[in-house]
C-alpha cells in the first residue's frame, strides 16, 4: 500500500515537472542535429517570410540564400542533388510555386559544393492555426537542414480552402478533392483482401475447423522452409484453393483499375521529371579571410572569432555579417538586424578589435565577439564534439552597397568550463 502511495507522487511530481519545464515549443527538431551538420554543410542568409498573418488560401512568400560551404563535412555523401522546401508541422500549407536562382523548380535540383542557392517559395494557407515557417534544404543521402524559422498565423476563411488547376483537356479540377473518394475507397478493398487473407490464415472457422500452421509452432519450427507440412496437415490442398483464389481477386483488382484508369481518363501524360542544375549567380569577390581560431564561453554565451582579411578591391570593404548555419550576427543599427532575417535567428555582432572597415590593399586583424544563447539552444557550436570546427559565412560591404561573402573555418577551443560541466 505505502509503495503505491509513494509511486503515485513519484508519478505526480514527474508530471508536473513535465509540464512546467516545458519550454515555450520554439524548437522544433532542428535542435537535433549535431553543430557539424548545421555549421559545416550550408549556410542560410537573408531568409524572409511574408506576410505572417494571412487567411486560408492566402498565399505567404518564404524568400532567401542557401550557399553549400566548401567545408561540406568528409563524413557525409557529397551533396549531389537536394530539394527545397518549406519545413512546417504536416500539411498546413500548400506549395504554389518555387522558383531557384530565378528559374521554376518543380523538384529536386542537381547541387554542388560552393553552389548558392536563392529561392522563392509562395505557399498557401491550407489550415487554420500558428505555424512556425522554416525554409529547408534537403540533400540527398544527408537529410534536411534547416533554416531559421518564422511564426505565421493562418486564420479561417468563409471559403473553404481550393487549389484550382487546368488539366490538357482544358478542364479545372480541385486537387484538394479531385480523386479523392477514389483513393479512399480503392485502398479500402485492397485492404479488406488483406483482412481476409490474414483471417484466413490464423483464425479457425468453418473454413478450416482445425487451423494449424500457425497454432503449431511446435511442428513449424521443425520443417525445413520448403516443406509444406502436408503429411502433418499445416497447408492442405483447400488452402492451396483458398489462396489461389485472393490472389486471382488481387490480379482481377489490378486489371479492373488498369481498365478503369484507360476508359475514365484517355488522355494521360507520364509522371514528369524535372531535374537541373540551377544557373549561379554572378559573385564579386571582396577579400580573402584566415582564421585565427575562436573560442566559445558558455557562461556568457560568446563565441569569439579571430579572423586575418584582407581586402583586395579597390574601395574600402566593411565587415557586415557574419551567418551560421541558420543564424546570422549582424554589425550594424537596429534596422539592419531586422532585415538580416526572422528576429529569432539575428544576433548583433561587436568588432571588439581591429577595424570593421579595412582599406584597399590592406590586411586587417579582427576580433568578432558574437553572443546569443540561441548558439546553444540549436546546438551550432561544438560543445564536447569530435570535431571542435565551426564555419560559416564572412559577408563583407563596399561603399555602393555591395556585398560579397568569404568562407570561414576554423577551429574552435574549448573553454574549461566546457569540458567540466558541458
Ligand atoms: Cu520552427
Redesign the pocket.
Known sequence: MRTRFWRGVLVFVFAVAATSWAKS??????AADEPFLKDLTVAFYDVHVSPTTVKVGEPVTVTGSVKILPTWPFTLDPPQTAYINA?V?GPVFALRDRTINGVPAIGSIAVDRNGIYNFKLVLLGRIPGRW???PGFAVDGTGTL?GP?Q?VTVEPSETPFTYKVTLLNGKTVDLEHVGGSGVWWWSFVGFLVGVVWMFYWTVPGPWRPDRRTVHNLAVTAQLPTWDQGRDFGLVTDGDHKASTFIAAVTLAMLVVGWLYMVSAYPVRIKQQTDRFTPPQPEVTEMGQVKALGSIYDPSTHTLTLNLEVKNTTSTPITIKQFTMGLMSFVNGDKEALEKAGPSDFVAPMQVAQGNATIAPGQTEKVTLKMSSEMMEEERLIPLNDPQEIIAGLLFVQDPSGNTSSMTVRSTLTPTEFSIKYL
Do not use: K
Not at 515549443?25 to 532542428?30: D, P, S, T, V
Open positions: 515549443a520554439f524548437a522544433h527538431g532542428e519545413v508541422p512556425h515557417v522554416h534547416i524559422g511564426w
